[in-house]
């Protein structure tokens, strides 16, 4: 791929520079706009602080914010394309659909695979609506305890938009599992694995498990820092120095799936539990898109991680990822020997 879209144009996967896979500017679940006891979205509000925290992330050395928000999540492509005027910060949005049990699932579940892929293949390469944004990746998102036929759909899709356009496939999987049905599927469509992203295989501790992604070639994310309601921080540090070890730093992408800009509605999890942002806040202090730059990256260094590793995950990952380029076979030196201190 020549060139990767962003909500404000074309770039070149050389020029995206440190990016941060998975975060989000706005979210709400289906049927937020039906809380009348949620806050009103003050959307002058929304982006001003959109802009305020992506600024702070462009002095961190953020240049690129991918923002995977589905179709049915509340995505608003012309909210990225301010936030990303007004704040100097490059942002890529998808194409595509939540999984069945939290997304919107009539309409798409109705059409045949060729028209979902037929509306994929619109949004990448004309723009979403008549916005003329195109979306410069696309989006797959899997439940459990099994892929459903609806999600199997979605990633038939998927995989043949993204083969035929020749973008890659950034995926959301449940508690960390079916990451490797996932590749599978869109393998068969034609996806090379290299361009695959599994999302959220930080959810379990399962070296194993990640190590498996990474030998099929696909990326693997530890992309929920500090969302430690799912697993503990330590847990997903220990979980990266492993692969780092191993020698698999070069397919490996951090991130938070943090929210910057708002929350629409109130947060609904699990489909039972109603949040407010402000109790999230309280009872996460650490999730926001700083995180890794501000408490994990020193902490990994620690380990043991080098300066190398973290260009590599955070600029050299990610271009190649957008790239569609195999990365080396070895890791950047091969299982480590000389690992310092514990982990
Ligand atoms: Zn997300």
Known sequence: ??????????????????????????LGFPGWFMDALAPKFRRADALSRGVD???????????????PCPMDLGRDVEFMAEVSQRSGMRIVCT????????????????LPVQDIEAIYLKELTEGIGDTGIRAGLVKVATGVPK???????LLIAAGRAAAKVGCPVITHTDQARL?????????????????????HSDGR??????RSLADRGAYVGFDRFGIESFISDDKRIDSVCKMIRAGYARSI???????????LGRPVFNGRHVATPEAIAASMPTWDATHLFKRIVPRLKERGVTDEDVR?????????YFRGEEPPREGAAGPRSWWPRRG
């Open 1 to 26: 791929m020549d060139w990767v879209h962003t909500v404000t144009g074309p770039v070149r996967p050389e020029d995206l520079g440190m990016t941060l896979v998975h975060e989000h500017l706005l």
């Open 53 to 67: 925290r992506l600024q702070e992330l462009m002095g961190l050395g953020v240049a690129t914010f991918l923002d």
């Open 147 to 153: 892929i459903s036929a609806y999600e199997q759909k």
């Open 205 to 210: 501790d399962d070296h194993t498990y990640h």
């Open 253 to 263: 992408c951090l991130s938070h799936d943090s929210t910057c800009a708002a929350w």
């Open 95 to 110: 194409t595509g659909a939540f999984k069945e049990d939290e997304g919107i699932s009539y309409t798409f579940g109705a």
């Open 312 to 320: 590599t995950i955070f600029i050299e990952n990610p271009r190649r």
């Open 179 to 199: 990451g490797i049905e996932q590749i599978a599927a869109l393998t068969k469509e034609g996806v090379p694995a290299h361009r695959v992203l599994v999302g």
